[in-house]
């Protein structure tokens, strides 16, 4: 089986859109505003339906809700791939939001089961992260294929065609998990059944302060750097005309060269620490000491992102997001290990779901605040126009380190 769960994080990452994604939506026409409200309604989106999902893959089998979330990327990619006008996009995204919603937590929750089923529960961390990895070399072949899909059909918008394929055999791998892994999985589907597991698990989410900490803490570092990363893409893309490299090519396939080589890094360097997270833990002596480590190298790594992007030296700005992506990959296999420490096996991918949740109502909040910012800046006057993105991490990670539990700050 691990194979298999590898092997779904591999195709799951075949996200060719993924690097070229704000670059494709500037390619029809939008704004960065637009393009956060765009990321807004699709957390907005997954927000109604995150839990719901969740506790129908608890209730009524988890085989089954990944099968209808990678059925609904398929029709969202070729949604993308016609449409160029703002409201088809959001239609697409709509579509995104029920792939994200019947998938995030529902995985992680089979694997969590299988780990039990063979009593190796305490390898948690270790298996995620080894899980994780393969997803992340995934995506460092995906943004090899993106990039020469991109520079082939010299256009953006052809990628999210080329996405639908790795998306169809993903389903033919979910025909070969076991009925095991369903988890406690009932034959009749009840309204009232699912809503009294939902309210259960939202009270134990909200009431349990263990788990209410965990899920702020998932709203400020994944939401944020889920919202904030894309701004990337710009970046390299400015970068990229300021290198006298390449000069016979025309913008779109310089651009698409520096994007997918830095990606190409990003996602060597997300495998790795995924791989290595719990020797972090090992370090620090537990996840959660580990996980205030990593606040703190949040912190410093968006503070001095501030400046690099207000002066726009951006070969050194671009480093630091490299460096911010090791360390949210480091941080994350031992997020979903601390969840898992404090929700039953009943409510694993519920409580996950919920988890997933609160980072899309940050995403929500943050992606058109800051869209609106780099708007507003683009007319230079005040520096560079993304400096915000590395003022707002580097008070998110310094409020998160300041006000870590006593437990979490013996390092």
């Known amino acids: 089986m691990l194979g298999r769960f590898s092997f779904y994080g591999f195709l799951k990452n075949q996200q060719y859109y993924e690097p070229f994604l704000v670059l494709a939506f500037l390619e029809k026409g939008l704004s960065f505003f637009q393009i956060g409200l765009l990321f807004a309604f699709r957390e907005l989106c997954v927000n109604l339906m995150e ?7 608890d209730l009524y089998g988890r085989r089954r809700a990944m099968m209808l979330s990678f059925t609904a990327y398929i029709v969202s990619f070729t949604i993308f ?16 939001a ?23 529960i305490d390898e948690k961390t270790k298996i995620y992260g080894y899980t994780r990895s393969w997803a992340k070399i995934g995506s460092a072949v995906s943004v090899i294929l993106a990039t020469g899909f991109v520079i082939v059909s010299n256009n953006y918008t052809s990628i999210f065609y080329f996405s639908i394929i790795p998306y169809l055999v993903g389903l033919i791998n979910f025909m070969g998990y076991p009925k095991e892994l369903d988890g406690r999985a009932e034959a009749q589907v009840s309204l009232k059944n699912v809503s009294k597991h939902l309210w259960e698990s939202l009270r134990i989410s909200v ?25 990337l893409q710009p970046i ?26 830095v990606y190409f890094v990003l996602h ?23 996980a205030h480590c990593l606040w703190g190298a949040s912190f410093l790594l968006y503070a001095s992102l501030l400046p690099l992007l207000y002066f726009r030296l951006y070969p050194f700005a671009i480093a630091g997001f490299v460096l911010i992506y090791l360390v949210q990959n480091f941080w994350h296999p031992i997020l979903i290990s601390r969840f898992d420490e404090h929700a039953s096996e009943a409510r694993g991918a519920t409580v996950l779901s919920i988890e997933s949740q609160a980072q899309s109502v940050a995403i929500m909040i943050i992606a058109p605040v800051l869209g609106l910012a780099v708007d507003y800046l683009k007319n230079g006057q005040f520096g560079g126009e993304f400096w915000p993105v590395g003022a707002f991490g580097a008070a998110i990670a310094l409020l998160a380190y300041l006000t870590a539990p006593e437990a979490d700050k013996k390092v």
């Not at 009431?207 to 701004?231: H, N, P, Q, V, W």
Request: no cysteine; net charge positive; glycine share 10%.
């Open 268 to 290: 060597i360097v997300s495998a790795y620490a995924s791989r290595k997270s719990h020797k972090i833990s090992s370090l620090a002596g537990d996840e959660d000491r580990a």
């Open 236 to 261: 390299l893309k400015g970068a990229a005309l300021a290198v006298p490299i390449g000069l016979m090519l025309n913008e779109t396939q310089r651009s698409a060269l520096l994007v997918g080589a």
């Open 81 to 96: 791939g016609l449409s160029s006008l703002l409201w088809q996009l959001f239609a697409a995204m709509f579509f995104f």
């Open 51 to 57: 839990i719901p999902s969740g506790a129908a893959a």
């Open 98 to 120: 029920i792939g994200d919603a019947f998938r995030t937590g529902t995985h992680k929750a089979m694997i969590f089961t299988w780990l039990r089923m063979e009593g190796r």
């Open 207 to 231: 009431t349990r302060r263990s788990l209410r900490r965990l899920i702020l803490e998932s709203m400020g570092f994944a939401g944020f750097f889920k919202a904030s990363k894309d701004y």
